[in-house]
């Protein structure tokens, strides 16, 4: 082999490794690039996510306290509170339309009117009066 063959094998295998070298730095420039970028994102989504769970506890927070504050009246309530029965076909049925209907229930008791407290038994109440 002729002296020029051997320097120009030796100047395209010095080349290759330059560039071998040059592909290799640059994949190492990559890799750091990427590694920052997710570092970057994961700091990010940490603050986002931060920020975004004190904002909705801000929210959230006066809205639950009152819903617990009502959730504690109503369980502290009295379950004989009054409320109100109307009159049907079916219960109370001679009651249905008489000015005299009460209709409270007062403590688990039934009030239906102040003659007849416990209601009348059949259809034709003799105190029934057009209401």
Same mark, same amino acid.
């Given at each position: 082999?002729?002296?020029?063959?051997? #320097? @120009?094998?030796?100047?395209?295998?010095?080349? $290759?490794?330059?560039?071998?070298?040059?592909?290799?730095?640059?994949?190492?420039?990559?890799? $750091?690039?990427?590694? @920052?970028?997710? &570092?970057?994102?994961?700091?990010?989504?940490?603050?986002?996510?931060? &920020?975004?769970? !004190? /904002?909705?506890?801000?929210?959230?927070?006066?809205?639950?306290? +009152? /819903?617990?504050? @009502?959730?504690?009246?109503?369980?502290? =309530? #009295?379950?004989?509170? *009054?409320?109100?029965?109307? +009159?049907? $076909?079916? !219960?109370? *049925? =001679?009651?249905? %339309?008489?000015?005299? /209907?009460?209709?409270?229930? /007062? %403590?688990?008791? @039934?009030?239906?009117?102040?003659?007849? *407290?416990?209601?009348?038994?059949?259809?034709?109440?003799?105190?029934?009066?057009?209401?």
């Amino acid at each position: 082999m002729e002296q020029w063959q051997k #320097d @120009l094998m030796e100047i395209v295998e010095t080349m $290759a490794d330059e560039v071998e070298r040059f592909f290799l730095g640059m994949t190492d420039m990559v890799d $750091a690039f990427f590694e @920052l970028t997710e &570092e970057i994102s994961e700091q990010v989504q940490t603050s986002i996510v931060t &920020e975004v769970d !004190q /904002y909705l506890q801000e929210i959230t927070e006066p809205f639950l306290e +009152a /819903y617990w504050e @009502l959730e504690d009246l109503v369980v502290d =309530a #009295d379950p004989g509170f *009054p409320y109100s029965v109307e +009159a049907t $076909a079916e !219960q109370n *049925p =001679a009651c249905v %339309g008489c000015q005299n /209907y009460h209709g409270h229930v /007062y %403590g688990g008791n @039934l009030l239906v009117c102040a003659m007849h *407290p416990h209601g009348w038994d059949d259809g034709n109440c003799p105190d029934w009066e057009q209401g």
